[in-house]
């Protein structure tokens, strides 16, 4: 509606089964405001169509009669499954890595359902044809906890007569390792590769088909696919290729090419329940062609595609000879001296005699298959990832890999019998099917000219807000990963501080119930004696509320976890209210919540009060010769800081779910924690926290930490400690950010907290080291895990990692004016303020954020006229929501004079609620 301040007065929702007859009803019109998240009760594996309609009401003024609310007409319908129970009939079947079964029809097919799932992954095929685009099914769970599986729709692709259902499967996570499944202790990966299906028919006759997987009636034989290894890629023999496997019936293949497909009791530490899929698939979003390509020696090209990306290449060859062998090596740079493929870290691994990074020379050898001891090479640092293909003869070659992704820009060719065409090789990069619904801009400003390594880099806010945005992409694997080109593993501390940045830019919704649903597993699970999960001390008993660093778990980080890991249970779970207002969602949590807030109290040290356990700290700030990694702020305190905020968001989240006692006891520990933080890091000789020779008044991060929890004992404390920051960023750094990934997160808010939004500015637009403009200007496409991006310092990481990502958040918020606001009766955008800056008004002139928030569009737009002295301020706020309008009552010598609404001609107050419709505004500033 064009009405300004309209609401909804009433609902009404009706749900209906596939034979129209209504199966759920609210009351009729119900009187609500509610749009989102009603609860409902359904049958499983059934498919519903529901349609809703909506009653408005317009606000009269005080001189009109009040009028009867509008109602709307009824909405389309739409349709939706449930998911339903794996029969038990399904079995669990496996051999090799190629599976079908055939079966006949003598109707037609009105509505079919698969439901499937395989492990490490899958894909899955129905008359010749995979049954939809997502790459390889399905998602990362703590396997001995729940295994997902993937629902399809494929009524399209059913037939009357015979039809043949296949699959494919991989390693990936399952059988990269000893983790979940011995390959040793299984024989081979066939061993471990496993696969269960349900294919559910309604045929036009009125009856039902099943078909499940069972041994009896499915065959399996080697496909082309011969090695899979996450980590180091796969071979595919073209060789081994067997046309028409599933779409012919199996009487027209040769004897003994399929064998009877094997039982197979599920390996390793035993499988969880077959749970839904709760996030979106992984698929491909953007393909690149190479920017540049250049030969290296007669086979061999390497091709630029100018995008550092998580994903994979497509090879295409016009004529191939028998045996041909082609490789594919992947990589993020290339080396400084010669600009050639960087064979750096190619060197023998003391412990595994692995190769380092990439790309290192193919440890795939000829003499296939590969022994099963080539899964030993290490993936921690030592990720290969090189695919190789093996040629038939055959022309018009299209080789895409199944189960191996990378992390990479460049892509070295080898086995080329002659020069390479422009679509040789595609790029594609490919996550987690998140939709972007949030678009940021502003001004193009340029780096500051700070002095002679500066280059000036123009456009640089949008640059480094397209890093992040390429890193967070880059890093949604199913779980928010670390990074794509060696761990690829859910690091829970990079995934909390790049959280609120996320949901700004992404719809998180889903994928964080996924994640959340990951984090309460492993909690469940505990550490335990097992090798991949042992608890740090023996003092530590199993499902004690503690989590570890890395979910899902597989032996990497510790268990107990880093505090500032472990947090993001809470982390996120409040920031998902705050952008998605999914109070279920609490509410499911809220035990685990509790149960790791319980381990927290119970691990306080006696001697100070606080949880001040050492770990990863402020991990990668900026190195100092001498000192170990992360030097500038004690990891203590890092810890200490995150379990206060953790206490606060509790309570945020016991008032949500109506849980007052819990609240207050956690606003009684929290306020308890501020006292002791205080009494224990800050040095008032200084007026600094945590002062250290190598950050006299206390680091970037140790500051801004204080300010941000709220710890200093008075208002003259905070103003020492805000000088001290200020110092620190601009005498002892000259505008430069020396954090890490804690520091990354708050520094810039701490900065706008204390009125300094100028100097938060000046830590952006550097491009000189250290900064993100540093990365930028350099060349990089997407953010690295260390300053210098090996160029500076000796931290040898990725070159797409999002854990430095938090700056991201104040540069959409800050900049634009938005922030989404939360409490216990209001969240997901239902209100949000609007907040403008002076210093950011002066400095940028412009910018502009969009939403699409679970009530629509929230549109805004900024700009100042140093002209006339005016801001103008355009703004779509949806039905629902609503915001607070705050503009600087100066800027700089300027005073705010009046806020008109240039549509009525009225005149704004500041500090005023809009209500949903749009708004055209100026604000004039006087002299």
Same mark, same amino acid.
């Given at each position: 509606?064009?009405?300004?301040?309209?609401?909804?007065?009433?609902?009404?929702?009706?749900?209906?089964?596939?034979?129209?007859?209504?199966?759920?009803?609210?009351?009729?019109?119900?009187?609500?405001?509610?749009?989102?998240?009603?609860?409902?009760?359904?049958?499983?594996?059934?498919?519903?169509?529901?349609?809703?309609?909506?009653?408005?009401?317009?606000?009269?003024?005080?001189?009109?009669?009040?009028?009867?609310?509008?109602?709307?007409?009824?909405?389309?319908?739409?349709?939706?499954?449930?998911?339903?129970?794996?029969?038990?009939?399904?079995?669990?079947?496996?051999?090799?890595?190629?599976?079908?079964?055939?079966?006949?029809?003598?109707?037609?097919?009105?509505?079919?359902?698969?439901?499937?799932?395989?492990?490490?992954?899958?894909?899955?095929?129905?008359?010749?044809?995979?049954?939809?685009?997502?790459?390889?099914?399905?998602?990362?769970?703590?396997?001995?906890?729940?295994?997902?599986?993937?629902?399809?729709?494929?009524?399209?692709?059913?037939?009357?007569?015979?039809?043949?259902?296949?699959?494919?499967?991989?390693?990936?996570?399952?059988?990269?390792?000893?983790?979940?499944?011995?390959?040793?202790?299984?024989?081979?990966?066939?061993?471990?590769?496993?696969?269960?299906?349900?294919?559910?028919?309604?045929?036009?006759?009125?009856?039902?088909?099943?078909?499940?997987?069972?041994?009896?009636?499915?065959?399996?034989?080697?496909?082309?696919?011969?090695?899979?290894?996450?980590?180091?890629?796969?071979?595919?023999?073209?060789?081994?290729?067997?046309?028409?496997?599933?779409?012919?019936?199996?009487?027209?293949?040769?004897?003994?090419?399929?064998?009877?497909?094997?039982?197979?009791?599920?390996?390793?530490?035993?499988?969880?329940?077959?749970?839904?899929?709760?996030?979106?698939?992984?698929?491909?979003?953007?393909?690149?062609?190479?920017?540049?390509?250049?030969?290296?020696?007669?086979?061999?090209?390497?091709?630029?595609?100018?995008?550092?990306?998580?994903?994979?290449?497509?090879?295409?060859?016009?004529?191939?000879?028998?045996?041909?062998?082609?490789?594919?090596?992947?990589?993020?740079?290339?080396?400084?001296?010669?600009?050639?493929?960087?064979?750096?870290?190619?060197?023998?691994?003391?412990?595994?005699?692995?190769?380092?990074?990439?790309?290192?020379?193919?440890?795939?050898?000829?003499?296939?298959?590969?022994?099963?001891?080539?899964?030993?090479?290490?993936?921690?640092?030592?990720?290969?990832?090189?695919?190789?293909?093996?040629?038939?003869?055959?022309?018009?070659?299209?080789?895409?890999?199944?189960?191996?992704?990378?992390?990479?820009?460049?892509?070295?060719?080898?086995?080329?019998?002659?020069?390479?065409?422009?679509?040789?090789?595609?790029?594609?990069?490919?996550?987690?099917?998140?939709?972007?619904?949030?678009?940021?801009?502003?001004?193009?400003?340029?780096?500051?000219?700070?002095?002679?390594?500066?280059?000036?880099?123009?456009?640089?806010?949008?640059?480094?807000?397209?890093?992040?945005?390429?890193?967070?992409?880059?890093?949604?694997?199913?779980?928010?990963?670390?990074?794509?080109?060696?761990?690829?593993?859910?690091?829970?501390?990079?995934?909390?501080?790049?959280?609120?940045?996320?949901?700004?830019?992404?719809?998180?919704?889903?994928?964080?119930?996924?994640?959340?649903?990951?984090?309460?597993?492993?909690?469940?699970?505990?550490?335990?004696?097992?090798?991949?999960?042992?608890?740090?001390?023996?003092?530590?008993?199993?499902?004690?509320?503690?989590?570890?660093?890395?979910?899902?778990?597989?032996?990497?980080?510790?268990?107990?976890?880093?505090?500032?890991?472990?947090?993001?249970?809470?982390?996120?779970?409040?920031?998902?209210?705050?952008?998605?207002?999914?109070?279920?969602?609490?509410?499911?949590?809220?035990?685990?919540?509790?149960?790791?807030?319980?381990?927290?109290?119970?691990?306080?040290?006696?001697?100070?009060?606080?949880?001040?356990?050492?770990?990863?700290?402020?991990?990668?700030?900026?190195?100092?010769?001498?000192?170990?990694?992360?030097?500038?702020?004690?990891?203590?305190?890092?810890?200490?800081?995150?379990?206060?905020?953790?206490?606060?968001?509790?309570?945020?989240?016991?008032?949500?779910?109506?849980?007052?006692?819990?609240?207050?006891?956690?606003?009684?520990?929290?306020?308890?924690?501020?006292?002791?933080?205080?009494?224990?890091?800050?040095?008032?000789?200084? &007026? =600094? @926290? #945590?002062?250290?020779? /190598?950050? *006299?008044?206390?680091?970037?991060?140790?500051? $801004?930490? %204080?300010?941000?929890? !709220?710890?200093?004992?008075?208002?003259?404390?905070?103003?020492?400690?805000?000088?001290?920051?200020?110092?620190?960023?601009?005498?002892?750094?000259?505008?430069?950010?020396?954090?890490?990934?804690?520091?990354?997160?708050?520094?810039?808010?701490?900065?706008?907290?204390?009125?300094?939004?100028?100097?938060?500015?000046?830590?952006?637009?550097?491009?000189?080291?250290?900064?993100?403009?540093?990365?930028?200007?350099?060349?990089?496409?997407?953010?690295?895990?260390?300053?210098?991006?090996?160029?500076?310092?000796?931290?040898?990481?990725?070159?797409?990692?999002?854990?430095? &990502? =938090? @700056? #991201?958040?104040?540069? /959409?918020? *800050?900049?634009?004016?938005?922030?989404?606001? $939360?409490? %216990?009766?209001?969240? !997901?955008?239902?209100?949000?303020?609007?907040?403008?800056?002076?210093?950011?008004?002066?400095?940028?002139?412009?910018?502009?954020?969009?939403?699409?928030?679970?009530?629509?569009?929230?549109?805004?737009?900024?700009?100042?006229?140093?002209?006339?002295?005016?801001?103008?301020?355009?703004?779509?706020?949806?039905?629902?929501?609503?915001?607070?309008?705050?503009?600087?009552?100066?800027?700089?010598?300027?005073?705010?004079?009046?806020?008109?609404?240039?549509?009525?001609?009225?005149?704004?107050?500041?500090?005023?609620?809009?209500?949903?419709?749009?708004?055209?505004?100026?604000?004039? @500033?006087?002299?």
């Amino acid at each position: 509606t064009d009405q300004r301040n309209s609401h909804q007065h009433s609902y009404q929702v009706q749900v209906y089964t596939r034979n129209n007859t209504l199966a759920w009803n609210s009351q009729p019109q119900l009187s609500s405001d509610q749009t989102i998240f009603i609860p409902i009760t359904l049958t499983p594996g059934e498919t519903y169509t529901w349609r809703v309609q909506t009653a408005l009401a317009v606000p009269q003024s005080s001189s009109q009669s009040p009028q009867s609310p509008t109602l709307l007409a009824w909405s389309d319908p739409l349709a939706f499954d449930v998911a339903p129970d794996f029969p038990s009939s399904a079995q669990w079947i496996g051999g090799r890595n190629t599976l079908r079964t055939e079966f006949n029809l003598t109707a037609p097919v009105t509505r079919a359902r698969a439901y499937v799932t395989g492990l490490g992954a899958f894909y899955f095929y129905l008359n010749g044809q995979r049954v939809s685009d997502n790459i390889m099914d399905p998602p990362q769970t703590s396997y001995s906890q729940r295994v997902a599986y993937v629902s399809y729709d494929v009524t399209k692709l059913m037939q009357t007569g015979t039809n043949v259902l296949g699959a494919v499967l991989g390693n990936v996570k399952w059988g990269y390792g000893d983790v979940w499944c011995n390959m040793t202790v299984a024989g081979s990966p066939d061993g471990c590769r496993i696969l269960k299906a349900y294919l559910h028919l309604d045929m036009a006759d009125e009856t039902s088909v099943t078909v499940v997987t069972d041994p009896s009636t499915w065959h399996v034989r080697q496909g082309p696919v011969t090695w899979d290894h996450l980590f180091h890629g796969e071979t595919y023999n073209a060789s081994q290729e067997l046309p028409h496997w599933a779409d012919h019936p199996l009487a027209t293949f040769g004897e003994g090419e399929w064998t009877p497909a094997q039982t197979m009791s599920p390996p390793g530490p035993g499988l969880g329940p077959l749970k839904p899929t709760l996030l979106p698939p992984i698929r491909v979003k953007e393909s690149f062609t190479a920017v540049s390509q250049r030969q290296i020696n007669q086979t061999s090209w390497l091709f630029d595609f100018g995008q550092n990306m998580a994903g994979f290449v497509t090879l295409k060859l016009a004529t191939t000879q028998p045996g041909q062998v082609v490789t594919l090596a992947h990589t993020e740079i290339l080396t400084y001296a010669n600009n050639d493929v960087n064979n750096t870290y190619c060197k023998p691994n003391p412990v595994q005699q692995g190769l380092r990074h990439e790309p290192c020379a193919p440890h795939q050898q000829l003499g296939h298959p590969h022994s099963i001891s080539d899964r030993f090479i290490g993936d921690f640092n030592d990720a290969n990832m090189t695919n190789v293909y093996i040629a038939n003869g055959n022309s018009n070659v299209v080789y895409t890999p199944f189960f191996a992704y990378a992390g990479f820009r460049y892509v070295l060719v080898t086995g080329l019998l002659s020069p390479p065409t422009t679509d040789t090789v595609t790029a594609h990069f490919a996550h987690t099917d998140v939709e972007e619904v949030g678009y940021f801009h502003t001004a193009a400003v340029k780096a500051l000219p700070n002095n002679a390594s500066s280059l000036e880099t123009p456009d640089v806010l949008n640059g480094i807000h397209r890093l992040a945005r390429y890193s967070q992409l880059g890093n949604l694997w199913s779980v928010p990963t670390d990074c794509p080109q060696r761990e690829r593993r859910g690091w829970m501390g990079d995934a909390q501080v790049s959280s609120n940045q996320a949901m700004l830019k992404f719809d998180m919704h889903r994928f964080y119930v996924m994640f959340l649903a990951n984090i309460r597993d492993s909690q469940e699970l505990g550490c335990g004696t097992r090798w991949y999960r042992p608890c740090a001390a023996s003092t530590y008993k199993e499902n004690n509320g503690s989590l570890p660093d890395v979910v899902p778990y597989d032996g990497v980080g510790g268990w107990p976890g880093c505090i500032v890991w472990q947090v993001a249970y809470t982390v996120i779970a409040r920031n998902a209210y705050r952008h998605y207002g999914d109070v279920a969602l609490l509410k499911e949590h809220y035990a685990g919540l509790q149960q790791q807030m319980e381990y927290f109290a119970g691990s306080v040290n006696p001697a100070n009060g606080l949880l001040d356990k050492t770990g990863y700290g402020d991990w990668i700030d900026k190195p100092i010769a001498g000192y170990p990694r992360s030097a500038r702020t004690p990891s203590g305190s890092v810890s200490a800081f995150y379990y206060g905020l953790a206490l606060k968001y509790m309570m945020e989240i016991a008032i949500t779910v109506g849980d007052t006692t819990s609240a207050q006891n956690y606003e009684s520990k929290y306020n308890a924690t501020l006292i002791a933080y205080h009494a224990a890091y800050y040095n008032s000789s200084v &007026g =600094g @926290y #945590n002062p250290l020779n /190598i950050a *006299q008044r206390g680091s970037q991060t140790s500051n $801004s930490m %204080a300010l941000q929890l !709220g710890v200093a004992a008075s208002a003259g404390v905070e103003a020492e400690v805000a000088a001290g920051l200020v110092a620190d960023v601009v005498e002892l750094n000259a505008n430069h950010s020396t954090g890490g990934i804690v520091g990354m997160r708050w520094a810039f808010p701490a900065l706008s907290q204390v009125g300094r939004s100028d100097l938060a500015l000046k830590l952006l637009l550097q491009d000189d080291y250290p900064s993100i403009g540093h990365m930028l200007a350099h060349g990089q496409t997407t953010l690295c895990e260390s300053w210098g991006c090996n160029s500076h310092d000796s931290d040898n990481g990725s070159y797409n990692h999002i854990m430095f &990502g =938090g @700056y #991201n958040q104040w540069l /959409i918020e *800050q900049v634009s004016g938005v922030f989404a606001s $939360s409490n %216990a009766t209001c969240s !997901g955008w239902c209100h949000f303020d609007y907040q403008l800056d002076a210093t950011v008004v002066l400095t940028l002139k412009q910018a502009s954020y969009s939403i699409q928030s679970r009530f629509g569009w929230i549109k805004t737009a900024w700009s100042w006229n140093p002209s006339t002295n005016d801001v103008t301020i355009t703004m779509t706020i949806p039905i629902g929501s609503a915001t607070t309008l705050s503009l600087p009552s100066k800027l700089g010598a300027l005073t705010l004079g009046q806020i008109e609404d240039t549509a009525t001609q009225n005149v704004i107050h500041n500090q005023a609620q809009l209500g949903p419709g749009q708004y055209d505004l100026k604000a004039s @500033y006087k002299g």
